[in-house]
T-cell receptor, first 114, second 113 residues
Framework: GEDVEQSLFLSVREGDSSVINCTYT??????LYWYKQEPGAGLQLLTY?????DMKQDQRLTVLLNKKDKHLSLRIADTQTGDSAIYFC??????????????FGKGTSLLVTP | EPEVTQTPSHQVTQMGQEVILRCVPI?????FYWYRQILGQKVEFLVS????????KSEIFDDQFSVERPDGSNFTLKIRSTKLEDSAMYFC???????????FGPGTRLLVL
């Protein structure tokens, strides 16, 4: 199957910006997503981007998409200790008859230190 | 948008037993999904369910698995004869108001002994 790759771990200081990177192989990906998972909790949809866009901003979150390089990044501005969690990159290949099955990366553990 | 709820939150079962995992309550949604996350591994797609039918399933979703929406509200995942390797967190997700979005429940942690 198609791959979604992420670095496993990132540590930043509180107040700094965090950048979490993701690469994918499916050239027909339609949507790309970032989900957040806190310990013992489910997956929270943070943001997503349509593949014909190259940037999306939502408050402290900025998503950048380089479709040519199949590279997605999530920037968190002014990172707080509450942002410590696992961040999953995911992609879907839309098919109106099948829904949008998500293909996830293994997740990046973000640790924010005071 | 509100997330789905899932029951039970935890289940321990003996190998070979049947388990039923539930999403409750759900109404007025067309798309539903089941995913699993084995400890330390990535979240994996199992099956999507659209308009009361399976629309897509992964290689993992073999004959041991089934899904249904028996009363038009609850959405269930049944594992007929559990194996040790079925131990995982199972997440239900529903489609959002736009088709491309999915909202996940808190998961059911299944442990097969």
């Amino acid at each position: 199957g198609e791959d979604v790759e992420q670095s496993l771990f990132l540590s930043v200081r509180e107040g700094d910006s965090s950048v979490i990177n993701c690469t994918y192989t499916d050239s027909s990906s339609t949507y790309l997503y970032w989900y957040k998972q806190e310990p013992g909790a489910g997956l929270q949809l943070l943001t997503y981007i349509f593949s014909n866009m190259d940037m999306k901003q939502d408050q402290r979150l900025t998503v950048l998409l380089n479709k040519k390089d199949k590279h997605l990044s999530l920037r968190i501005a002014d990172t707080q200790t509450g942002d410590s969690a696992i961040y999953f990159c995911a992609e879907s290949n839309s098919d109106s008859n099948s829904g949008y099955a998500l293909n996830f990366g293994k997740g990046t553990s973000l640790l924010v230190t005071p | 948008e509100p997330e789905v709820t899932q029951t039970p939150s935890h289940q321990v079962t003996q190998m070979g037993q049947e388990v039923i995992l539930r999403c409750v309550p759900i109404s007025n949604h067309l798309y539903f999904y089941w995913y699993r996350q084995i400890l330390g591994q990535k979240v994996e797609f199992l099956v999507s369910f659209y308009n009361n039918e399976i629309s897509e399933k992964s290689e993992i979703f073999d004959d041991q698995f089934s899904v249904e929406r028996p009363d038009g509200s609850n959405f269930t995942l049944k594992i007929r004869s559990t194996k040790l390797e079925d131990s995982a967190m199972y997440f239900c997700a529903r489609g959002g108001t736009t088709q491309e979005t999915q909202y996940f429940g808190p998961g059911t942690r299944l442990l097969v002994l």
